[in-house]
Nanobody
Framework: QVQLVESGGGVVQPGGSLNLSCTAT????????MGWYRQGSSTPGPQREL??????????NYANSVRGRFTISTDNAKETVWLQMNSLKPEDTAVYYC????????WGQGTQVTVSS
């Protein structure tokens, strides 16, 4: 069974940066989109909040709360997706989940990001 392995979470002070990465243990095909979601105390509603995603043709979408601060990217083989997070705020504190949209959806196990002074 394909697994998504995430890394890069941690504790950072406000204004700091983190770079999350997500890699699949096996090749996934086709890939319609790759993205990052989060669930934290600041997340509106019970569902995970979409943070950023990149569609198969390269189009990117960002939540209003992170636009201009976060950047999603992937390698050409679409085997790894990154989320560069700059100018982090306390309200960015959450568990971040990688998601790959294919014939079935694949979720990572989540990585904790804590922004605190």
């Amino acid at each position: 069974q394909v697994q998504l392995v995430e890394s890069g979470g941690g504790v950072v002070q406000p204004g700091g940066s983190l770079n999350l990465s997500c890699t699949a243990t096996e090749t996934i095909s086709p890939i319609y989109a790759m993205g990052w979601y989060r669930q934290g105390s600041s997340t509106p509603g019970p569902q995970r909040e979409l943070v950023a995603r990149i569609l198969h043709e390269g189009t990117t979408n960002y939540a209003n709360s992170v636009r201009g601060r976060f950047t999603i990217s992937t390698d050409n083989a679409k085997e790894t997706v990154w989320l560069q997070m700059n100018s982090l705020k306390p309200e960015d504190t959450a568990v971040y989940y990688c998601y790959i949209d294919s014939a079935i959806g694949h979720w990572g196990q989540g990585t904790q990001v804590t922004v605190s002074s």
